[in-house]
């Protein structure tokens, strides 16, 4: 049902998981644990599942927060919880409030989990190629400085997204990159396609990680596209000719003090 990094399990005060698709109450396409709100999955197992990841996370179910995600560099500060039909239109979040999960929702792009355990600040942030060119990791760590976190201690991991093996883009998009930054080439190799490459995004993301100057970056090194049983795949649906997707959920939260 979830998988726990290392790196975050070893810092007091915290909890954290990246759910899989496993252990839910969806059915068909979405089996079995959809935690997209936005998705056309019955409702009521979306809440069903939800419910069953904030137990995981030993928080309420309403407490388990999630944003309406537009691949943007855009964060929000959670100082209480919303309603699934009030969710900030960002892709980024953080907070010094303890009993609250912070939650991003992913099917290839990266979930990044980050936590000060010292200074008592957690971010998630959803971040696609468009989110990680633009910023929304670095707007992440700013937002958690803001709230009291020092970025020499903030540790941050990168859960399951598409490896490079399985993202294959063309010529637009490779330019685009490269343009920006002419290091960036070695993030693209040749697939088999003229004028397309294969872009690793994790080892992108893990580079706007380091070159932030956080305490920690670090990736479980797994790819949603390849692994079918535990997680979902935009691109995998895609090409399978799929209506919809199911989404993965990785959250984080500070534990209460009594």
């Known amino acids: 049902m979830k998988i726990e990094a290392p790196d975050l399990s070893a810092l007091p005060g915290i ?8 252990g839910g109450a969806s059915a068909g396409i979405y089996a079995s644990l959809n935690g997209g709100v936005g998705s056309a999955d019955d409702p009521r197992a979306v809440a069903e599942n939800r419910a069953r990841m904030a137990a995981a996370l030993g928080v309420a179910p309403d407490r388990l927060v999630s944003l ?12 209480k919880p919303w309603r ?13 409030t303890p009993g609250i999960a912070i939650a991003v929702a992913s099917a290839d792009c990266g979930p990044v989990l980050f936590a000060d355990a010292e200074a008592g600040v957690v971010g998630a942030a959803h971040s696609g190629w468009k989110g990680a060119f633009t910023g929304v990791l670095e707007a992440t760590v ?13 540790v941050a991991v990168l859960g399951p997204t598409i490896g490079p093996q399985a993202y294959e883009v063309g010529p637009e998009f490779a330019a685009r990159f490269v343009e920006a930054d002419g290091s ?9 396609r003229e004028g397309h490459a294969y872009f690793d995004l994790p080892a992108f993301i893990l580079h706007r990680l380091e070159a932030a100057a956080i ?3 670090a990736s479980l090194g797994l790819c949603t596209y390849t692994d ?11 090409h399978r000719g799929e209506p919809d997707y199911g989404r993965l959920i990785s959250a984080i939260a500070l534990v209460p003090q009594d």
């Open 15 to 22: 909890r954290h998981a990246f759910f899989t698709r496993e």
């Open 142 to 154: 700013a937002r958690m400085e803001e709230l009291g976190a020092s970025r020499a201690r903030i």
């Open 228 to 238: 079918g049983t535990r997680f979902y795949s935009y691109r995998r649906a895609t």
């Open 184 to 192: 960036y080439r070695r993030f693209f190799r040749p697939s088999g």
């Open 68 to 79: 309406h995600q537009i691949h943007s560099a855009d964060i929000v500060t959670v100082e």
């Open 215 to 217: 305490g920690k970056a």
């Open 84 to 96: 699934p039909e009030e969710r900030p239109k960002a892709d980024g979040m953080a907070t010094r």
